[in-house]
């Protein structure tokens, strides 16, 4: 006989881990769904987020940051220190000590709010008498096992993505990876090849240029950071090409071929001129797509579309009652941040109230040293949406908390609406800008005016101080310490 619950999250990434908390926190009877196994053969929650993606990369980033630093950058503070030495291995074991704590934490959250982990595939496989029918498959230790069987009123589909891979060119983690096998390289390559020049491509190659790669990312799009402010594009350009990141902008990759002395890659320039560029370790980095084969969609009546996502509404409902999907699964950016946002809110409306998401206030950052982000509208948008609004902007030169940490470079820029002041879109350029956006967000979640953010006291001395002069910039061009 078939379990029963109140909720099945199929999922245990930050959409999914998060929905099910939620949705016990409210009274519900939940079972969770994850497969995911580490390098050690363990099962672990987290998905790909803890597991391989934005925990690991951000330990790496912050280990190779104080690499650079001590190589670099204490001279200038009077500290003298001998050629430091890397030792690579102790740096991967922090990062996995890092994922591994993170995963356990999910676990304990699990046992707190009483989550049932079933541990294995799931998919769908029918629905009668208003439930749905569930079946978990753990082919790894369960080998000749029936499946387990679980029935459930209410199914969300928080699978996540994984990476995209080019047609032609073989991901073997070894010579050619993907953002898995680049935050496990077992020594740092002389020259390293990226194809990609997006968020992950950016942080990564930062990661190994810093312990001492010659990286060279050769991106598609003829536009660097298309997403972002033209402002910030310009600045990251600038900045990340001076630390030593070599960009080629509007390639097309004809070929990438491993060889036992690294791996060859055949493409063409904007111009349309042939170029070989040889490597010794090469990552795969151009997007993501959803994880949903082997759901069982069509057991109940839904199917993924054209590009393998999940068709959902405004509050991440299915065409078929009571099936969820949130994450990376469903429309909109891929950041683990919106994916919990949904598995709240879709929690939350299982339990009939009345949750909401501003898509427009969802953050987002880059984690290259200094690091981007942004939230709300760039100027390019509004220019093309024919919208009148004002621009301030103030240099971190300029503020004296980030010239005594020596991260000077970068801006921040407040775009508001012309005509109410209300606050359109912040971008960040600065060593703290994943922190510094926060207030940005909240600024814009209620509605506030740039001249409400100059009004509030920030500290001094503190990178905040910035955010309030950019503000004040917008507002009548009234910045005070420029």
Known sequence: MAQTYDVVVIGAGPGGYIAAIRAAQLGFKVACVEKWRNPQGELALGGTCLNVGCIPSKALLASSDAFESVRHMLDAHGIAVDEPRLDLAKMLARKDAIVRKMTKGIEFLFRKNKIAWLQGHGRFVGAEDGAYRLEIDDDASDAGKAPQLVDAKHVVIATGSKARHLPGIPVDNQLICDNEGALSLPEVPRRLGVIGAGVIGLELGSVWRRLGSQVTLLEALPDFLAAADAGVQKEAWKLLTRQGLKIELGVKIASAEAGKKGVKVAYADAKGAAHVLEVDRLIVSVGRVPNTDGLGLDAVGLAADARGFVPVDAQCRTAVPNVWAIGDVVRGPMLAHKAEEEGVMVAELIAGQKPHIDYNCIPAVIYTSPEIAWVGRTEQQLEAEGRAYKSGQFPFAANGRA????????????????????????????????????????????????EDIGRICHAHPSMSEAVREAALAATDKRALNI
Not at 405 to 416: I, N, S
């Open 403 to 450: 010239l005594g940490m020596g991260a000077a470079d970068g801006f921040v820029k407040v775009l508001a609406d012309a005509a109410t002041d209300e606050v359109l879109g912040v971008h960040i350029v600065a060593a703290t800008a994943s922190d510094l956006i926060a207030e940005a967000v909240m600024a814009m979640e209620f509605r506030a005016s740039a």
